[in-house]
């Protein structure tokens, strides 16, 4: 079975630092992608970055990157230079296989608290 | 594009009515997907349609839910009748094929059952 961890319940992090939100992953199949969604308080869910079981790079998308370590089974999100807008709850999921599974199993998410 | 649309915002009903969500996904999606968030379990898929057929409804609670795509434009979830354990956000969302397949989401439908 596919299952997503986050550890982290909340966070509370300095404007301007770089903040890193955990989360591992369990699958036994070889073929799978990680998504990092951000839920503001307005409640919308807003995609952020992907990173697939074969990408050779770490995934970037402007102050967002994806620390994939495989072996370890981990897709930890990096903001860099944090923004009081970044405040909200962060949610990893994973999909597993493809041809036709587009299943997402979320975590449990972590909420960030950005202090001016 | 408009983004995934959702109505209603908020639903507030008494136990026993029947509630319908409505969704209209992106123009050219070919995949919807319904999602349950609560504080007890988080985020749920309930269900998710391709090219308007339903693929996996593993997650649908009980017979009381059920959801249909007529087209491609136009997703429903009925809940009938409803009791107050169904109180939670209920998102729609729709994808692509793409190589990430990422899923859009709506702004969600707010649902109280008193």
């Known amino acids: 079975a596919q299952k997503i961890t986050q550890t982290q319940p909340g966070m509370f992090v300095q404007e301007k630092e770089a903040v890193t939100l955990d989360c591992t992953y369990d699958?036994?199949?070889?073929?799978?992608?990680l998504f990092w969604y951000k839920q503001p308080s307005s409640g919308e869910m807003i995609f952020l970055i992907y990173?697939?079981?074969?990408?050779?790079q770490n995934a970037t998308e402007g102050r967002y990157s994806l620390n994939f370590q495989k072996a370890r089974k981990s897709a930890n999100l990096v903001i860099s230079a944090s923004q009081l807008g970044d405040s909200a709850m962060y949610f990893c999921?994973?999909?597993?296989?493809?041809?036709?599974?587009?299943?997402?199993?979320f975590g449990t998410g972590t909420r960030l608290t950005i202090i001016p | 594009d408009a983004g995934v649309i959702q109505s209603p915002r908020h639903e507030v009903t008494e136990m026993g009515q029947e509630v319908t969500l409505r969704c209209k996904p992106i123009s050219g999606h070919d995949y919807l997907f319904w999602y349950r968030q609560t504080m007890m379990r988080g985020l749920e898929l309930l269900i998710y349609f391709n090219n308007n057929v339903p693929i996996d409804d593993s997650g649908m609670p009980e017979d009381r839910f059920s959801a249909k795509m007529p087209n491609a434009s136009f997703s429903t979830l009925k809940i009938q009748p409803s009791e107050p354990r169904d109180s939670a956000v209920y998102f729609c969302a729709s994808s692509i094929w793409t190589s990430n397949n990422e899923q859009f989401f709506g702004p969600g439908t707010r649902l109280t059952v008193l």
């Open positions: 699958t036994s199949d070889p073929s799978y992608g």
């Open positions: 990173q697939g079981s074969y990408d050779q």
């Open positions: 999921a994973m999909r597993v296989g493809r041809d036709g599974n587009e299943k997402l199993t």
